[in-house]
């Protein structure tokens, strides 16, 4: 994956994000196993947190807060399939936040800030 964003609401294999470099996924962790099924080689595990809570550091994938991204996408895929699973997460976001898991590629977020570095000197 380069650049792009995949969002997982079921359970994932072992290995998940072996040779990941770029992009993000949001995996829902349900049982709080997935670390486990995760090859952490080159990727940093993390917490989706609420938008506000986010620092805008010029590491935010789209720039866009991982909550927002997050949600709007599971409302995406809820319109177009009627998932039950999409349903149930958005009648309790708040809660449902809370299990998924942002797996985040070093390299990618290397990128993100060499970007934003670059955007902060030509503001200057």
């Not at 995949?6 to 829902?28: D, E, H, P, W």
Request: hydrophobic share 45%; glycine share 8%.
């Amino acid at each position: 994956m380069t650049g792009g964003t995949v969002v997982v609401i079921g359970q994932t294999g072992r290995n998940f994000a072996a040779g990941m470099s770029g992009g993000i996924a949001y995996v829902l962790d349900v049982d709080g196993l997935f670390e486990k099924r995760c090859n952490l080689a080159m990727v940093t595990l993390e917490k989706v947190l609420p938008a506000a809570e986010q620092p805008d550091d010029g590491t935010r994938h789209r720039h866009t807060a991982d909550e927002v991204l997050l949600k709007t996408l599971i409302e995406k895929h809820l319109a177009a399939t009627d998932s039950a699973v999409a349903r149930a997460l958005l009648a309790d976001w708040a809660n449902a936040r809370g299990k998924f898991v942002k797996v985040f590629p070093n390299e990618y977020r290397r990128a993100l800030k060499e970007i934003a570095a670059g955007q902060m000197k030509e503001a200057a």
